[in-house]
């Protein structure tokens, strides 16, 4: 026998399933990872008592100023975030919601993640070398470049590598230094032919460059807008595609010339 439900009353079993789900999701793990604000480091300085760039084979000249690499801290893959994190999480500037699989694309167990993260912090490394001593015009064979960096894997310090290199071997090309005196910081992947790419994490990086006395961030030209979406006070972007229109801009903002923006 069939009876007509009253409106009220249907959407309230309509609900229900609804209401279910939203119990099973506020205590199932989700596919979410939280980031925030990494750490810093000054690729002309040292890090653990040793120098992040050591070049033998060629005079090298003191440096000025820094040149901040850049990073985010996630939540591991195997880490369990649950509703109200990610709840908390939206709302907060200084914390940001994340497909898993877009901080860890290749899936498997922490060890083999934090051993792909690591390959590809050694393979920048090399495009870095490359792309430098390609914009230098030096030959790879005659100068021999080591580049140190603990704790921090992936690909997204290879531009801060590049330019760290070049300022050590030629600065700004006229005797001062890339930098300027300044505290530069910013993110991004590089080819040995110079081509700068994205990376995630932006809006963080940004907030960590800030905090660790940066007054201006080079960003992946394609991720100028997620740049801007939390930009501290106080810390100018500038976008890069090459090494070349990096420095070509650093060079710009010590001498007073134009200077691309965001």
Request: glycine share 12%; net charge negative; aromatic share 4%.
């Amino acid at each position: 026998m069939l009876t007509r439900l009253s409106r009220p009353r249907t959407l309230a079993l309509c609900a229900l399933p609804v209401l279910a789900l939203f119990g099973v999701a506020a205590f199932a793990p989700l596919p979410f990872t939280l980031a925030q604000p990494g750490t810093t480091a000054n690729v002309l300085g040292d890090d653990k008592g040793a120098p992040v760039i050591t070049i033998e084979g060629t005079p090298t000249r003191p440096t000025k100023g820094q040149l901040r690499m850049t990073t985010i801290v996630a939540t591991g893959p195997e880490a369990e975030v649950g509703i109200s994190d990610v709840v908390d999480s939206w709302f907060r500037t200084d914390r940001a919601v994340m497909p898993r699989d877009s901080v860890y694309p290749t899936g498997g167990s922490e060890k083999e993640i934090e051993k792909h993260n690591l390959d590809d912090m050694v393979e920048s490394q090399d495009s870095a070398v490359d792309a430098a001593l390609n914009y230098l015009g030096r030959k790879p064979g005659s100068v021999d470049v080591t580049l140190h960096l603990a704790d921090v894997g992936g690909p997204s310090a290879g531009l801060f590598f590049a330019l760290g290199i070049v300022d050590k071997l030629d600065g700004d090309g006229s005797g001062g230094d890339l930098t300027g005196g300044r505290t530069i910081a910013g993110t991004g992947t590089i080819e040995a032919d110079g081509k700068v790419g994205a990376v995630g994490g932006v809006s963080l990086k940004t907030q960590a460059a800030r905090r660790d006395g940066a007054s201006v961030f080079l960003v992946p030209k394609a991720e100028c807008k997620e740049a801007h979406a939390e930009l501290p006070d106080g810390l100018r972007l500038i976008p890069v595609t090459t090494l070349k229109g990096a420095v070509s801009s650093l060079r710009a903002l010590d001498h007073g010339g134009k200077v691309p923006s965001c």
